[in-house]
């Protein structure tokens, strides 16, 4: 170790080949891993963590979307379309629909357990949001370690607890003006650098998120920062913020509020009152989670507080499903007599809001999953979602992840077996090797990585401060987030474990000034997305994607435009400017009408 923190650069870096090189073991990188297996192609998985023991996959709460033989998908794919206010890409909504089914199969064939009727034919119910979608339930954490197991079948080698820092580039340039060729990092153990010299690199890493907030801990936003770095384009980054309800009486976990609502839960305020009856009398809490959130603030604001989840009405079906299957996580506290029972007792909770990206905003993939740089693909919530547009249904953040992981494989394959390498920049291996492990032989610091995660973590504030994106608010979260990164630059790290941290801080960094500039740059209001210093939804102007990518001058914001006419639904009528959503539910005038 000495060696290391003196002289990093003169480390010997161990050079692997592979033809395809997946980086994040989630379902998107598992699943991406197996298909280009069953091709044929040589492939490496490089997890931070160790596959089917950590990350949103297997510490989700167990919905995914569920099609199945026979059902007529025209109906869930207009649902998907209008309830994204059609700004997505149709033919991936019809894509991953048609996948999901196969993905389904898979994990019954793979005797994942799945939440099943008195016939023994699978469960279903009305996904978040939807009616016409339905969703199932299953066992997340079984279903990853079946899906290793399929891995480790077919021959896919997986390196465990090895840190990826930043992506191999054809020039030795960030931004490149060539490819993604691979990728370098260090193994977490003994601080040993390896790069994966690849022909293809598929990026699953995750979600953006903070550390220490959310339980999902090292889902820190890896991959989309790397790929900025090397020049992709990402977009609707403004729309990473999101909230859920997780917290019971202040202290435990719910573990999954979609499960509990798709079962009957209900929300109510002190007076007992369905207050989300006002806001969508049809849906009710399995309305856009970004209206429930807001509603739940109006009622604080309002003086009804505390809101409670009433599981009085919950069905048969979700009480046996908590005692058979370990599906939701934290939800078998209801269960435990640590609260209250709640068969009877409705029971305090509380919202959250933060970066919880889950595929609204990302690395930008076409249907392929092929990103702006050539040999670079991204998949699950590193990418951005095209299927569901500013609709955040349950179950359709895992669909994604599969079948965007089975189709960035199965492309990344094929291209890949014809190809060749691209030669590997000289010096390019010594000044990654420097970048990643000098950290460890800088002057004693002030800070240490912990207390920089703690600053980050700080840059939400309140539910009521971090749904409102207004100019002022954010220029200030940009100065501070931009000192945070300084930081990163100078903060010693004592140990290899310090060192991942520090890492992971300042990819978190990278992301929320990326977040907080897209966010200055889009001057309206849209679903989970609310500015009060513009609170108008302006078609006109932003019925489009929004693009940054970084160049050698700085970043370029770009407004993409969506194609309706190449679509198959394009009856979306273009409206005036009128307040969104939020801004409506906080003002006191939301007429449920006028949003559908």
């Known amino acids: 170790m000495a060696n290391i923190q003196q002289h990093p650069e003169m480390q010997t870096t161990e050079v692997e080949k592979t033809e395809v090189l997946v980086i994040g073991g989630g379902f998107a990188g598992t699943w991406a891993a197996l298909r280009a297996a069953e091709i044929g192609a040589k492939v490496i998985l490089v997890d931070k963590a160790y596959v089917s023991r950590s990350g949103a996959s297997t510490m989700s709460g167990g919905i995914t979307t569920c099609p199945l033989p ?229 009622e604080l604001q309002n003086g009804n507080g505390p809101v409670f989840i009433d ?108 190809d060749t390498f691209q030669p590997l920049v000289n010096g390019l291996l010594e000044k990654l090797a420097f970048q990643a492990l000098s950290p460890m032989m800088r002057e004693t610091s002030q800070q240490t990585p912990d207390e920089l995660h703690n600053d980050l973590s700080k840059l939400g504030g309140s539910v009521f401060e971090a749904m409102d994106c207004h100019a002022t608010r954010v220029k200030t979260l940009l100065v501070r987030t931009k000192s945070i990164f300084e930081a990163t630059c100078v903060v010693k790290a004592n140990s290899l474990h310090e060192l991942i941290k520090l890492h992971e801080a300042r990819n978190i960094a990278e992301n929320a000034r990326l977040i907080y500039a897209s966010a200055t740059d889009r001057t309206e209001s849209r679903e989970q997305f609310y500015r009060s210093d513009y609170p108008d939804i302006d078609d006109d102007n932003w019925f489009c994607l929004h693009g940054v990518t970084r160049t050698a001058t700085g970043d370029i914001f770009e407004r993409i435009p969506i194609q309706l006419e190449s679509f198959s639904i394009k009856d979306r009528t273009k409206k005036p400017k009128r307040p969104s959503p939020i801004a409506s539910i906080f003002a006191g005038t939301y007429e449920p009408s006028h949003y559908e």
């Not at 891995?151 to 580039?169: A, F, N, Q, Y």
């Not at 349950?394 to 199965?410: K, L």
Request: hydrophobic share 40%; proline share 3%.
């Open 311 to 418: 599981m009085r009405h919950c069905d048969d079906a979700y009480w046996t499903d908590l005692e058979s299957m370990a599906m939701t996580g934290g939800s078998t506290v209801l269960l435990s007599g640590k609260v209250p029972d709640p068969h009877v007792n409705p029971l305090p909770i509380e919202a959250t809001w933060g970066f919880w990206s889950g595929g609204r905003g990302g690395v930008e993939v076409d249907l392929s999953c092929k990103t702006t740089l050539n040999g670079l693909y991204a998949a699950g919530a590193t990418a951005k979602n095209p299927a569901t547009g500013t609709h955040a249904s349950a179950g359709a953040p895992t669909s994604f992840a599969m079948n965007s992981g089975y189709f960035a494989g199965e492309s990344a394959a094929h291209s890949a077996l014809v």
């Open 70 to 298: 026979g059902d007529d998908l025209e109906p869930w794919i207009e649902e998907f379309v209008v309830r994204g206010d059609y700004m997505c890409d149709q033919r991936w909504t019809r894509q991953l629909l048609e996948g999901q089914r196969d993905r389904v199969a898979d994990l019954a064939k793979w005797g994942v357990p799945i939440s099943r009727n008195e016939k023994g034919e699978i469960r279903r119910f009305s996904s978040r949001g939807m009616l016409a979608v339905k969703c199932m339930q299953y066992d997340p954490k079984l279903a990853m370690e079946a899906l290793r197991r399929q891995l480790i079948s077919h021959g896919v080698k997986i390196i465990d607890r090895h840190c990826i820092t930043e992506l191999l580039t054809s020039d030795g340039q960030y931004p490149t003006k060539g490819s993604v060729s691979g990728a370098f990092g260090f193994d977490i153990k003994t601080g040993q650098c390896k790069a994966f010299h690849a022909k293809r690199t598929i990026i699953a890493t995750g979600q953006i998120s903070m550390k220490g907030i959310h339980h999902v801990d090292n889902d820190t936003g890896d991959g989309v920062a790397m790929s900025w770095r090397a020049g992709a384009r990402l977009v609707d980054l403004e729309f990473s913020f999101g909230g859920t309800f997780v917290t019971l009486m202040k202290r435990y976990n719910l573990g999954s509020y979609n499960v509990a609502v798709a079962h009957g839960a209900r929300l109510i305020n002190r007076h007992g009152e369905r207050f989300m009856a006002r806001y969508d009398p049809v849906r009710f809490e399995r309305s856009e989670l970004s209206r429930v959130v807001a509603a739940f603030v109006k």
